[in-house]
Nanobody, 123 residues
Framework: QVQLVESGGGLVQAGGSLRLSCLAS????????VGWFRQVPGKEREFVAS???????YYGDSVKDRFIISRDNAKNTVYLQLNSLKPEDTAVYFC?????????????????WGQGTQVTVSS
């Protein structure tokens, strides 16, 4: 069983930055695929970024070149650095974990989810 706890969300002005953290327990993050998704009420969940156990990363088109996913194995934590934030980035951001080898762009591939952290970008 894997538990995930997100932190780091908040209110930021457009153009600003935030760093989200996803602390994992139960398994080490270097044996998992870990992804970030976001959701706005009334809209479908959107893939943001993911990192494979071997370290390969993937990004959604709307965040490519602005967001960076990384991992600190010693802290068993995956980070999402959000740069050049826009009001349309406002959402609840969720961290999720999947077994190695899963298709990490699809939410259905993930077995474990965190509770989410709110990111609000003001214009």
């Amino acid at each position: 069983q894997v538990q995930l706890v997100e932190s780091g969300g908040g209110l930021v002005q457009a153009g600003g930055s935030l760093r989200l953290s996803c602390l994992a327990s139960g398994r080490t993050v270097d044996t998992l695929g870990v992804g970030w998704f976001r959701q706005v009420p009334g809209k479908e969940r959107e893939f943001v970024a993911s990192i494979r156990a071997i370290g390969r990363t993937y990004y959604g088109d709307s965040v490519k070149d602005r967001f960076i996913i990384s991992r600190d194995n010693a802290k068993n934590t995956v980070y999402l650095q959000l740069n050049s934030l826009k009001p349309e980035d406002t959402a609840v951001y969720f961290c999720a974990a999947a077994n190695a080898g899963a298709e990490l762009r699809r939410g259905a591939s993930y077995d474990y989810w965190g509770q989410g952290t709110q990111v609000t970008v003001s214009s």
